[in-house]
């Protein structure tokens, strides 16, 4: 299957699951209407079809205006457009705006409101602070520490409204309620994590694309199962909106993510978490990007090998080859590991493999919340 074939294949049928979900909840529940369902349907196509064509605009402004960047897992090093990861924030503020709208006008709540603009609120902050890095260029930009630095303020919106819930289920320590404690220190430090940590595990064509859609899509299935109506529809609008993207940064990519892309996504899987209580399966779908966070921490503080890329290194035929005698990046262990069952890894290689990865963890978590719930 290619993957046009894929992405059409996807997008039609997570709608048509929604819809059929929803259908299901009207024969039990008498509450939902047939044209809600339709409402659903277009809002998630309108989130697919406004990315497609706004990213395919900005390939073409971008290479007009030179903000391009170099393949680095290329042997020839093509130039590619850069900082895509705009048009996906813009799409999804564009479709939160539709969804408030329709809750205002349409069904007539306020319900959940103050939400949604917060989420706005944050995809647009982290959008900018990322935009900006990609703007002044690549090791040219912003230093680590300014950018740990100014993705505090991603957090703001969320603390604002004392988003989440206080009480928590901790493993060994039980039911904890934290309290003011939760909005003012719990809340902002999952949300620069989460932003930081999503900017880790990035370099690859289709790599950053790929790893969202495979959480939100798995958000949005875990907000149907426990009945977040709004939490899934918002996770899946952000799911449509990944998949149209993906097609343009799939390999040979068109154009690349950015950091506009990296630190949106990071900071809305924090915001789907907590608002959504979904703390723990994020965490969970999290386990990639702890093990990066941990071998980041063995390049910088242990070895003391200095800014380490995950890069690989390109032969003349695009196979890649490890670029440091030790593992230092998730990409270097799939690289280490792919060459231990074939002669020849390539780029596709990689990202497939941590893709699979990624898609074992979600599996696992919706396995482990039927079990949970049963």
């Not at 813009?90 to 306020?110: E, H, Q, R």
């Not at 309290?179 to 990035?202: E, K, Q, R, S």
Request: proline letters at 3%; a neutral charge; one cysteine or more.
């Amino acid at each position: 299957m290619t993957l046009l074939q894929f992405s059409i294949l996807a997008l039609f049928t997570t709608p048509l699951f929604v819809a059929s979900y929803f259908e299901a909840c009207f024969i039990e529940n008498l509450v939902a209407e047939i044209d809600e369902v339709v409402l659903v349907t277009v809002i998630l196509l309108l989130s697919f079809f406004s990315t497609f064509f706004l990213t395919k605009r900005w390939i073409r402004s971008a290479e007009d205006a030179k903000l391009l960047g170099k393949d680095m897992n290329k042997y020839e090093k093509p130039l590619v457009s850069r900082s895509g990861g705009i048009a996906v924030a813009l799409v999804i503020c564009f479709s939160l705006l539709i969804y408030i709208f329709l809750k205002t006008f349409y069904w007539k709540t306020t319900t959940h409101l103050v939400e949604a603009f917060a989420i706005s609120a944050t995809v647009l902050l982290a959008g900018f602070i990322g935009f900006t890095d990609d703007i002044l260029g690549w090791k040219q930009g912003l230093t680590q520490s300014q950018k740990f630095l100014l993705t505090i303020p991603i957090a703001l919106p969320l603390m604002v409204i004392n988003a989440g819930h206080s009480v928590m289920e901790l493993p060994l320590f039980g039911r904890i309620d934290f309290g003011l404690v939760y909005p003012l220190l719990v809340v902002p430090v999952g949300v620069i994590g989460a932003t930081n940590g999503f900017n880790l595990l990035a370099g690859y064509n289709g790599l950053e694309a790929g790893m969202g859609f495979i959480i939100f899509t798995t958000f949005g299935i875990t907000g149907l199962i426990v009945e977040k109506y709004w939490i899934s529809l918002i996770a899946l609008i952000v799911s449509a909106s990944l998949l149209a993207f993906l097609y343009f940064n799939w390999y040979p990519a068109k154009v690349f993510p950015g950091n506009s892309f990296t630190y949106s996504i990071g900071a809305l899987i924090a915001t789907i978490a907590i608002l959504g209580d979904m703390e723990r399966l994020a965490v969970w779908l999290f386990l990639l990007y702890f093990v990066e966070g941990l071998l980041y921490f063995r390049a910088r503080v242990i070895d003391k090998a200095g800014d380490v890329q995950a890069f690989a290194k390109p032969n003349k035929d695009n196979s890649l080859e490890m670029p440091y005698k030790k593992i230092y990046d998730t990409t270097h262990f799939a690289v280490w590991f792919l060459k231990k069952v074939k002669e020849k890894v390539y780029e596709k290689d990689i990202v497939r493999f941590l893709l699979f990865v990624q898609f074992l963890f979600a599996l696992s978590g919706l396995v482990l919340l039927f079990i949970i719930l049963s």
